[in-house]
């Protein structure tokens, strides 16, 4: 069974900055293969469609929305799968349960998402 935890979220007023972390855990298998796929974060803010924010591949090619670019830096620790991502300069539009997403195993796996509350 693969878990991904995200921590890191919170309130903040705008301008200020966060980092989310997301841990992934479970068997030799699993993790081995979510190693070698692609992780990122997605957003989902109240009443909207869950959206992308950032992907990085396990050779660290990165994308951004355009929403974010800029203000946002995704990372990954490969050897303890494990992904960042670094949110600066935040504004109240950025308020959104933020989830950590693999793309490996048969549909790819998703956290349990993360609070981040920005205040203008």
């Known amino acids: 069974q693969v878990q991904l935890v995200e921590s890191g979220g919170g309130l903040v007023q705008a301008g200020g900055s966060l980092r989310l972390s997301c841990a992934a855990s479970?068997?030799?298998?699993?993790?081995?293969?979510?190693?070698?796929?692609?992780m990122g974060w997605y957003r989902q803010a109240p009443g909207k469609q869950r959206e992308l924010v950032a992907t990085?591949?396990?050779?660290?090619?990165?994308h951004y929305a355009d929403s974010v670019k800029g203000r946002f830096t995704i990372s990954r620790d490969t050897v303890k799968v494990t992904i960042a991502l670094q949110m600066n300069s935040l504004k109240p539009e950025d308020t959104a349960v933020y989830y950590c997403?693999?793309?490996?195993?048969?549909?790819?796996?998703w956290g349990q998402g993360t609070q981040v509350t920005v205040s203008s």
């Open positions: 990085i591949t396990a050779g660290g090619r990165t």
């Open positions: 997403h693999s793309d490996s195993g048969r549909n790819g796996y």
């Open positions: 479970g068997s030799v298998f699993a993790i081995n293969d979510i190693s070698i796929n692609t």
